[in-house]
């Protein structure tokens, strides 16, 4: 079982920058993959990033490769999603998953756990 908590949210304006954070519970973070969703009002959810066990494999969604960038501390537990030359188009609630398989996905569904979210605002 895996609990996790996002922060960092906030509002900020265009062409800005936010780093979001990820703590995981558990002692076995370093064998689930991490992923970062976003969700905005009355659209799916939507892949953003993720990354492999060790971080050296990481995949993004086009609209947010080379803005965004995705990292782990497993000492720490914890996955960063780095976000730069921030767009009014990335408003939307954040989140954090992870899954204990081996290989990454961007596939909403295939995402065991879960966390609440942080809203991402930004203003034009």
């Known amino acids: 079982q895996v609990q996790l908590v996002e922060s960092g949210g906030g509002l900020v304006q265009a062409g800005g920058s936010l780093r979001l954070s990820c703590l995981a519970s558990?002692?076995?973070?370093?064998?689930?993959?991490m992923g970062w969703f976003r969700q905005a009002p009355g659209k799916e959810r939507d892949f953003v990033a993720t990354?492999?066990?060790?971080?050296?494999?990481?995949s993004y969604a086009r609209s947010v490769k080379g803005r965004f960038t995705i990292s782990r501390d497993n000492a720490k537990n914890t996955v960063y999603l780095q976000m730069n030359s921030l767009k009014p188009e990335d408003t939307a609630v954040y989140y954090c998953?992870?899954?204990?398989?081996?290989?990454?996905?961007?596939?909403?569904?295939?995402?065991?756990?879960w966390g609440q979210g942080t809203q991402v605002t930004v203003s034009s």
């Open positions: 990354i492999s066990w060790g971080g050296a494999t990481t």
């Open positions: 998953a992870a899954d204990p398989q081996s290989f990454i996905t961007a596939t909403v569904d295939e995402y065991d756990y």
């Open positions: 558990g002692r076995t973070f370093s064998r689930y993959i």
